[in-house]
């Protein structure tokens, strides 16, 4: 398929292992410098023995996510590290993914993400209880995922989970999604060559499947009695051969998608609001005036505008998912650049959603960009912070329910304290997370 009526030609070549060198500490600054150079021209990334397309320009990114889908699959870098983990579901391609999305898409309607929505903000209340501890320096990201997983968890595999299940399945999630996250700088090295990591992936997916089939047997026992995931998901698969496996899957992909999406988005939060105290004053007096002392309820949700546009630039500026491979089936023609069969093309939230064309002042924190008749005019494909097109995430309106309450419910109590020498940077992972060791202090408010 053509996209235009361009004459083909070939795409720059970018040296880019010479910038990740230089940029050794912060790889991601090397796609930085790659998009800046490209100027939303595609070009080809020079990894040695790789040589990627980068994709950033949105009507390009619209036409591999959407107008020609089907030819850009999810396989070669990135997926095949992570295939072991995420298995064949909706986190896959082909008959795999259509037929788990059609099982999923009617399930993660708006109405029963609501229904979810009271339990989740009575299940985040209970946690910042048992959780948050005041006054004293506490790991940002160790705390985050402490409340996001045994919310995600409970929501999905049921109230009866153990503690002691919930406590074995945040770290090995962890370690899934960022144990082989050299592969992204090494997609040439055959997955039979061990690199590091290797064994502590392993490791991380026989405690997944420790933990999860035992929730689908107890499930499919239970039968019809229960509203969470995985007993809608026995529901839907029974009969079909390797339903077990299926429905395992599927829960992975969900469950490390939803909770990694969601740790590595609210750790971001409180950078954001150390480096910008003008904007922290916004957030504050909103859920002040709207949620008072707590705890934060549903009702709550639809007055906090402020904190959803505070949410929807973060994830702007810091998208989770950054990075997006994908394979070409068969040779296309993309912005007048002939793309071979067999070819990796990059796209990036991270990138497109900071580039100049499209994004005034693209670096600056503005969560006045998502007040209401601002967007006007915006490409679509301009902000994709959860893909976008018949791969787009089934679960954003989760993401941001669990985003406001879980920040409202922490500052309608405290006020935090960052301890950082200097800028919170990115570090390389499947995910776009901070540097590690990053600590605050919640000092209670008044109201606390």
């Not at 990627?52 to 107008?67: A, G, I, M, N, S």
């Not at 071979?340 to 969560?367: C, I, K, N």
């Not at 985003?403 to 419910?409: C, E, K, P, Q, R």
Request: proline share 9%; aromatic share 8%; hydrophobic share 40%.
């Amino acid at each position: 398929m053509s996209f235009g009526n361009e004459t083909t030609r070939r795409a720059r070549t970018q040296p880019f292992l010479r910038s990740l060198t230089r940029h050794a500490r912060v790889p991601l600054r090397a796609f930085e410098e790659a998009s800046d150079q490209a100027n939303g021209e595609l070009v080809r990334l020079n990894m040695g023995p790789f040589r990627p397309y980068l994709v950033t320009h949105p009507d390009h990114v619209q036409h591999v996510l959407k107008t020609n889908q089907p030819n850009y699959i999810r396989a070669g870098m990135f997926w095949d590290p992570l295939s072991p983990l995420l298995g064949t579901g909706i986190l896959s391609d082909g008959a795999g993914w259509s037929a788990s999305r059609s099982i999923l898409q009617p399930v993660f309607t708006a109405r029963y993400v609501d229904s979810l929505t009271e339990r989740m903000a009575e299940i985040v209340t209970d946690l910042i209880d048992t959780v948050v501890v005041p006054g004293r320096p506490i790991d940002v990201a160790d705390t985050i995922s402490a409340l996001v997983h045994p919310t995600i968890v409970r929501l999905f595999l049921g109230a009866t989970i153990s503690d002691a299940d919930i406590e074995r399945l945040a770290p090995a999630y962890d370690t899934g999604v960022t144990a082989r996250s050299i592969r992204l700088l090494l997609p040439f090295v055959p997955q039979r060559f061990p690199l590091p990591g290797d064994s502590a992936f392993r490791q991380a997916i026989r405690t997944i499947d420790e933990v999860v089939y035992p929730r689908i047997r107890y499930a499919k026992a239970r039968g019809r009695h229960a509203n969470d995931l995985v007993s809608l998901l026995c529901q839907a698969r029974a009969g079909e051969t390797d339903a077990e496996r299926l429905i395992r899957d599927d829960m992975v992909a969900i469950h490390g998608a939803a909770t990694e999406t969601s740790v590595t988005a609210l750790t971001w939060v409180w950078p954001a609001l150390d480096a910008h105290p003008e904007i922290a004053a916004k957030v504050y007096e909103e859920i002040e005036r709207v949620v008072g002392p707590g705890p934060v309820t549903m009702a709550h949700l639809p007055r906090l505008a402020y904190l959803r546009m505070f949410v929807d630039e973060l994830v702007r500026l810091y998208p989770p998912g950054w990075i997006l491979p994908r394979t070409v089936v068969e040779a296309d023609t993309i912005g007048g650049v002939r793309i071979p069969a067999g070819s990796t093309v990059v796209l990036s939230p991270f990138l497109t959603q900071r580039l100049p064309e499209f994004w005034d002042r693209p670096l600056e924190f503005d969560p006045e960009r998502f007040a209401a008749g601002n967007g006007r005019g915006r490409h679509r494909y301009a902000y994709f912070p959860f893909a976008a097109g018949p791969h787009s995430c089934l679960g954003p309106r989760l993401f941001q329910m669990e985003a406001l309450l879980l920040i409202a419910g922490i500052l309608s109590r405290y006020r935090p304290v960052l301890h950082a020498d200097g800028p919170v940077l990115p570090r390389l992972a499947s995910t776009l997370r901070p540097g590690t060791g990053l600590s605050m202090t919640l000092v209670p408010t008044r109201s606390g």
